[in-house]
C-alpha cells in the first residue's frame, strides 16, 4: 500500500508529535510503501536520515500533484494533527482530490482541546475545519477516551490506533529506599497539564507528603512562561520541600529521571495520548492518572497505578492511596505489561489492516 504522510511540524524538542510522528511513520515503513511530507522550511536535522521524509525545501511548491509517483495519486493520505495544517494549501487539495484520507487530530477534537483558543478555533471551524473533518475517510483517535471526548460530530467514522513505544532495554529494579519520589514529564502548561490542580491537591494533604516523605519533580520547558506563576503557588501554600521544578529532559537524561523516580504523575485535564505516560509505563513507573490522561481506564485495568478525576479531589485521593500502598513492586510490574500492548510495531499492523479496510469501504 502507498501511503502518503502530511504534516506541518516544526520539530521543537518539548512537542509530543516531534517523537511519536516519526517512530509512527518509520514502524509503518516496514510494511507499506511510505512517503512523509513535512510542510516546512528548517525541519528536524534528525528526520532527513529518513529516506522517505521529504519537506519544502525539497518540494517547494506544497502540493500533492506536485509529488512523485505513486504519491501524487497514493492509496491512501495520513494527516498528522489538526489546526497547525488549516493555512496550508494542502488542505484544501485534499478536500477535492479523489483518495481517502485519515486525519490524527492527536487531541485537538476533544471538547478539552476545543475549549482552548476557544473563538479563533470556532472561526476556523466555520470557515473550513468542519467541512475538512467532515470529508475525511476517518478520523484516528489514539485512544477511546479521545473518541468519546470529541463526539462524533466531526465526523461519524473513525478508527483507534494509539501511540507507541519501543520498549526500553532496563526497567526499575528497586525503589527508593527514603521516601517516594514522584515525577511528572511534559510542557509547563498550568491548565492543559493540570498543574494547577497538581498543586492545589498537594496543598490539602501537605502534612501527609511530609510524613511520607514524598516529594514531586516537574520536568518540563516553559515555552508559555508560565512556570513563575507556578513557582508563586507552591511557595504561597508552603510546599517548596515538596514540589521540584526541573527543566525539560531528554534521551538520556529523561531515562535517568524515570529510572531515579518511583511514581509517574500525569494530572492532564485532556490529552491525546501522552508519550511520556507509555515510556514512564515501560520503565516500570506506576502512575497517577487522571480521566484527562486519556488512559485512567487502562491503569487501573491492569493495576498499574492509581486512577484519578480532573479535579482537586480526585487527584488529592489518588496521592494518598499511592503514599499508603504496600503494592508499589506489583503495580511497577504491571506497568511494565500494560506498556508492552504500545509496541510500534504491533500498532503499524493494526493502522495498516485498519487502512485497507477504509480502501475497501471507499471503492
Known sequence: MNILYLSHLSGASYAGPTY??????????????VFWYNSVKNSNKEWKKYSYYHDLEEYPKESIAELPEPFNQPDIIVVELFYNMMKSPL????????VPYIIIPRGELTVQGQSRKRLKKKIANILICKKYANRAAAIQYLTEQECRDSGNSWNKKYIIVPNGITSPPITKTEHSKEGIKCVSIGRIEPYQKGLD????????IKEQ???????ITICGPDKEGKLKSLKSLVSNHGLEQIIKFHEAVFGKEKQEMLLNNDVFIIPSRFE???????E??????????????NMREEIEEYNAGWGSDNSVEGIRNAILKMINSDEYLQRSNNAVILSRKYEWDSLAIRAHDAFEQIRKEQK
Open 197 to 204: 490542580i497538581l498543586i492545589e491537591a498537594c496543598a490539602e
Open 91 to 98: 488542505i484544501r487539495e485534499l478536500i477535492k482530490i479523489d
Open 20 to 33: 511519536s510522528v516519526p517512530k509512527q511513520i518509520e514502524a509503518q515503513s516496514k510494511l507499506d510503501n
Open 272 to 278: 491525546g495520548h501522552p508519550m511520556a505516560l507509555i
Open 209 to 215: 507528603l511530609i510524613s511520607a516523605r514524598c516529594t
Open 280 to 293: 514512564a509505563l515501560s520503565y516500570g513507573l506506576p502512575v497517577i492518572a487522571t480521566t484527562g490522561s
